[in-house]
């Protein structure tokens, strides 16, 4: 699974993803590859992702500059995608005035930006219920986000896909040890005492489970206490299991 970007994104987020994620372009072991998407501007598995510098989010609203508005490519993103989800990055709004120009005040301006931004907000989940929404502070973040997600939807998928169990004359593994030894940086030794310890990857994912449990097994910190629980997003527990 690759992260797949649209090319007419911003220029300098494309080369920051394709440095971390590597180009499949020029490798075959790169997780990013560049096409002319219909719809959203990154797709990573099942999600679609429009987005959006905060500037260009409060332009797109009113349609400044724009032949389409933030409307009209959400409709696209929820027609065409299982899991549509706008993340914004930044949180400085910047307004351009010529210089010498007095008929505008830049404070109102901006004042002006961030109240059309809240009122986009405000109206976000009425008009697109199964939209989900994110904001981060910085492209660098963003581009953090966006490798964190593709690593998460490609544990997802390894724990979710028929596992080809190697058999032996004594031994036959365990498919659910091979999916969670998948999990980076969680040994077999973690798998198995993580079985033992919920009894079946459902109850080890359900909601109920909390960080603290999992650090109660040797060898299981706070970040890989995380990182498994981040996997519930995307696997579908029956909280009766």
């Known amino acids: 699974m690759v992260v797949v970007i649209d090319d007419r994104e911003n220029e300098v987020v494309i ?3 394709l440095l971390k994620l590597g180009d499949r372009r020029y490798d075959e072991r790169g997780n990013a590859e560049i096409k002319r998407l219909q719809s959203g501007d990154y797709i990573i598995g099942d999600i679609g992702i429009e987005a959006k510098e905060i500037n260009d989010l409060w332009k797109s609203i009113l349609g400044i500059g724009r032949t389409r508005t933030i409307i009209a490519q959400l409709a696209d993103l929820v027609e065409n995608f299982e899991r549509p989800m706008l993340v914004v990055y930044g949180n400085q709004i910047k307004v351009y005035q010529r210089p010498g120009d ?3 005040n830049p404070r109102q301006d901006i004042a002006r930006a961030y109240a ?3 009122s986009f907000k405000q109206e976000l989940y009425h008009r697109f219920p199964t939209i989900q929404f994110m904001q981060v502070d910085t492209m660098d973040h963003f581009v953090d986000w966006v490798a964190q997600m ?3 939807q490609a544990i997802a998928r390894r724990l979710e896909a028929p596992m080809h169990v190697r058999r032996t004359p004594r031994v036959q593994e365990d498919p659910r040890i091979a999916a969670l030894a998948a ?4 040994t077999e030794v973690h798998a198995r005492a993580m079985l033992e310890k919920f ?3 459902p109850r080890l994912l359900r909601s109920k489970t909390t960080q603290r449990e999992l650090m109660e097994i040797p060898g299981i910190g706070r970040s890989k206490a995380r990182l498994i629980l981040s996997l519930r997003d995307h696997y579908e527990v029956n909280e009766d299991e």
């Open 199 to 201: 009894g079946s990857v």
């Open 102 to 104: 007095r008929r505008t």
């Open 183 to 186: 999990i980076p940086g969680i």
């Open 116 to 118: 059309v931004i809240t």
């Open 150 to 152: 593709h690593k998460n």
């Open 15 to 17: 080369n920051k993803l």
